[in-house]
């Protein structure tokens, strides 16, 4: 892995707060699925956290040299403070090749809107149901209204090909926007008896789609006859 903070070797101090916001990238062959999206989150954040903007010039450059010319890769971009850009590169991610088994856990990350640092407790929640032998963790609230998986958006097809995004306290992720705007969606509340009414389900972020093969002990459809396109 490489680490850079403005274009610099990154520093053991830049690495430590648990303070700030991020997001996480998918390179191929030099570019990058929905980037503007991505931009879009740290300026928001940014504004959010740290009173100010966050230029998307700055951070595509300090991008491409963290890159130096490395077509495939893990890219995230970090901020722990207003003004020090950290860029991590990594070998690239695949998604999951076979369909996900979810198990339900009682737990909504805070401040849900923000890709922020300091996820312990969802990937505790995600540790441990791994352990138990299902593949994540899906996030839900007090009444079990579905939110979204550990590090991941869940989408529900309904039966005209429609897809349902959770009407829940959710990160409105990256990958999720590029599927809304191609893919009639809407927002509602899902409950646990809702989800035998679904024709399937998928898991969706930056690093890509898996279909869901179950969500605790209730079976979901294959999602292929309708997949977002």
Known sequence: ??????????????????YGHFTAMQVRGGGVQGLAHHLDRLDAAHRELFDRPLAGDRVRDLVRHALAGTADASVRVTLRDADRVLVSVAP?????????????????????????????AQLEWARRVRRDGFDDALLTGPDGAVAESSIANIGFFAADGSVVWPDAPQLHGTAMRLVEATTPSSRRRVLPDDLPGFAGAFLINSIGVVPVASIDDVPLPDPA???PR
């Not at 892995?1 to 648990?18: H, K, N, V």
């Open 1 to 18: 892995m490489r680490i850079e903070t403005d274009g610099r070797p990154a520093e053991p101090g830049d690495l430590f707060s648990t």
């Open 92 to 120: 690239p991610n695949t998604p999951p090749s076979a369909p996900q088994r979810l198990r339900s856990v009682p737990y909504l990350r805070p401040f849900p809107h923000l890709k922020h640092l300091g996820g312990f």
């Open 225 to 227: 006859p309708t997949w």
